[in-house]
């Protein structure tokens, strides 16, 4: 089935500790991004990529990282310079257009 | 004021109402419209995408942009216990979905 695979599904995360969240997609979709969503609020950009090899900052940066050396991945790491790591983290992809696809999500929890 | 404005309910409804769900924006260059539906701890679908303005209708849904008002709504006809989910609106002023603006989502409640 075609779609896009998030994992884990629940995480938790020591004080000062680095996670990789996993994002992969078998839709041939070019541009890929990670959200993230906090009760009460919107969805906020964190990075998109919109080809391999390249990715840019949204408006949440700070304190992640990505890598997109494949078309078909896009993990993004929570470095322990976020200080607010627990939230809902959406991972979506796009073919040409703006409507975006979205995984299931992973819950990060900060313990 | 915020680029998307939409209120956060809870709204709940009976069985077989209609439902209005509705998005204020002040961007006018926004072009693309998109409502999402996110049921707990899922991520959001896409529901609804249109173009600019005027009407789309897909079953029981409907959705409607009038870029003059700078409004956006989502119609749900016959509503059912399974519509209960958050909605999210969503726009673009461009093809980019970097671009990509979300409301903070109402929350429909339907009871059976």
């Known amino acids: 089935d075609g779609g896009i695979t998030q994992s884990p599904k629940y995480l938790f995360r020591k004080e000062g500790q680095n996670v990789t969240l996993s994002c992969e997609q078998n839709?041939?979709?070019?541009?890929m991004y990670w959200y993230r969503q906090d009760p009460g609020q919107g969805l906020r950009l964190i990075y998109y990529?919109?080809?391999?090899?390249?990715?840019q900052k949204g408006d949440i940066a700070e304190g992640y990282s990505v890598s997109r050396e494949k078309k078909e991945s896009f993990p993004l790491t929570v470095t322990s310079a976020q200080k607010n790591p627990t939230a809902f983290y959406l991972c979506?992809?796009?073919?040409?257009?703006?409507?975006?696809?979205f995984g299931q999500g992973t819950r990060l929890t900060v313990v | 004021q915020k680029e998307v404005e939409q209120d956060p309910g809870p709204l709940s409804v009976p069985e077989g109402a209609i439902v209005s769900l509705n998005c204020t924006y002040s961007n006018s260059a926004f072009q693309y419209f998109m409502w999402y539906r996110q049921y707990s701890r899922k991520g959001p679908e896409l529901l609804m995408y249109?173009?600019?303005?005027g009407n789309k209708e897909d079953g029981r849904f409907t959705a409607q942009v009038d870029k003059s008002s700078k409004y956006i709504s989502l119609f749900i006809r016959d509503s059912q216990p399974s519509d209960s989910a958050t909605y999210l609106c969503a726009m673009s002023a461009n093809q980019a979905g970097t671009a990509l603006i979300f409301g903070k989502g109402t929350t429909l409640s339907v009871s059976s």
């Open positions: 839709l041939n979709h070019d541009a």
């Open positions: 249109t173009y600019s303005s």
């Open positions: 979506a992809s796009s073919p040409q257009g703006p409507r975006a696809f």
């Open positions: 990529s919109q080809i391999v090899n390249d990715f």
